[in-house]
T-cell receptor, first 111, second 115 residues
Framework: GEDVEQSLFLSVREGDSSVINCTYTDSSSTYLYWYKQEPGAGLQLLTYIFSNMDMKQDQRLTVLLNKKDKHLSLRIADTQTGDSAIYFCAPNSGGYNKLIFGAGTRLAVHP | NAGVTQTPKFQVLKTGQSMTLQCAQDMNHNSMYWYRQDPGMGLRLIYYSASEGTTDKGEVPNGYNVSRLNKREFSLRLESAAPSQTSVYFC??????????????FGPGTRLTVL
């Protein structure tokens, strides 16, 4: 089946930029989502990018898509302690709105 | 506007017991989904309902059944619980199951332990 891979852990200093990377296998993915999960909570949509775009910026968030290499990244500028959470990359798959989730990257922000 | 609600929040079962996880959404969405989340793994789709009256298997349907009771409600049933079904279960909904950038909204989850 289709697969999504992410690094499991990222530690950054408050105020620095964070970059979370994701690779996926389904070349037919049309929408690629980033979700955030805080401890004990459900998933919250952060942003998404359509497959015909290379970049999307949304306030502190920048998403880069390299469709040829099937690589997606999420950059968080001026990272704050409130950004500490697990971040999931989730491309859609199979011609439907079925999402394939990576294992998630745990972002730890320290002073 | 409550969004997606799930009950119960926590549940402990013994092997072989049955239970139903409830999910409801008040956003007038057509499509609903059930996922499970295990440590170190992403969410995996169990079943989904593209529209009222239809259900389809996802990636890991074995041991589960679903019912789309009406447009608002989508339940997940474990007929004979097994320890391998210990997990956090999330329900989600979206306006449709098409690929038009339909955001999925998630509930808070149900933490299930099977002893």
């Amino acid at each position: 089946g289709e697969d999504v891979e992410q690094s499991l852990f990222l530690s950054v200093r408050e105020g620095d930029s964070s970059v979370i990377n994701c690779t996926y296998t389904d070349s037919s993915s049309t929408y690629l989502y980033w979700y955030k999960q805080e401890p004990g909570a459900g998933l919250q949509l952060l942003t998404y990018i359509f497959s015909n775009m290379d970049m999307k910026q949304d306030q502190r968030l920048t998403v880069l898509l390299n469709k040829k290499d099937k690589h997606l990244s999420l950059r968080i500028a001026d990272t704050q302690t409130g950004d500490s959470a697990i971040y999931f990359c989730a491309p859609n798959s199979g011609g439907y709105n079925k999402l394939i989730f990576g294992a998630g990257t745990r972002l730890a922000v320290h002073p | 506007n409550a969004g997606v609600t799930q009950t119960p929040k926590f549940q402990v079962l013994k092997t072989g017991q049955s239970m139903t996880l409830q999910c409801a959404q008040d956003m007038n969405h057509n499509s609903m989904y059930w996922y499970r989340q295990d440590p170190g793994m992403g969410l995996r789709l169990i079943y989904y309902s593209a529209s009222e009256g239809t259900t389809d298997k996802g990636e890991v349907p074995n041991g589960y059944n679903v019912s789309r009771l009406n447009k608002r409600e989508f339940s997940l049933r474990l007929e004979s619980a097994a320890p391998s079904q210990t997990s956090v279960y999330f329900c989600a909904s979206s306006f449709s199951a098409g690929t038009g950038g339909n955001e999925q909204f998630f509930g808070p989850g149900t933490r299930l332990t099977v002893l």
